[in-house]
């Protein structure tokens, strides 16, 4: 029964004036859990679970953005910030990537253009591996250390902006993130 839950989101709805989602009480509640627990708050690389260094719990969500494509987004300190305050974040956010789309630093578009396309693709998972699985960062280069949360939150596609019926099997696959926990 979810009649409580609409209320309170119809309730702060109401007093904030922000579109506040059942999406954004799974993140709170996601962060809250795992703040609770700090056992949980930390990623795995090669199987061995290590902590995270920072206080806060980092979520990462999937959210549509360019028509039906769907990106990850990652939200810092989800345990600390007011549920509106974080719908506004991700709705800021979003209108951001639909505009500009997703950058990267000139060095590494320069890098990719000039390598013949194949070997660019792997040197694109390659960095890609460093920051998500191994946790290193090379600002330079775009590679962000563990650039997922140490939770991610997969949503299906919206049915209203697909064409016909929506089939999703969403099976997390370990090899492309360092987050323990996927909801």
């Not at 769907?70 to 939200?75: D, E, G, L, Q």
């Amino acid at each position: 029964d979810l009649s409580r839950l609409l209320r309170f989101l119809e309730s702060r709805r109401d007093s904030s004036g922000v579109e506040i989602t059942i999406m954004h009480i799974a993140l709170k509640a996601a962060a809250i859990a795992i703040s609770e627990i700090p056992n949980l708050n930390g990623y795995v690389v090669e199987d061995d679970f290590y902590f995270s260094r920072k206080s806060g719990v980092d979520v990462s969500l999937s959210t549509e953005v360019f028509g039906s494509e769907s990106v990850m987004m990652k939200v810092n300190n989800v345990n600390v910030k007011p549920i509106d305050y974080l719908a506004d974040e991700i709705k800021n956010r979003k209108k951001v990537l639909a505009a500009e789309g997703p950058s990267s630093p000139k060095l590494l578009r320069l890098i990719y253009g000039v390598l013949p396309k194949f070997f660019a693709g792997y040197v694109r998972r390659f960095f890609f591996y460093l920051g998500s699985n191994v946790g290193v960062s090379v600002p330079f280069l775009g590679i962000e250390a563990f650039p997922q949360g140490v939770c991610n939150i997969l949503t299906i596609p919206s049915k209203e902006k697909s064409e016909g019926e929506v089939e999703v099997a969403l099976i997390p696959n370990r090899q492309d993130s360092g987050a323990p926990i996927c909801l």
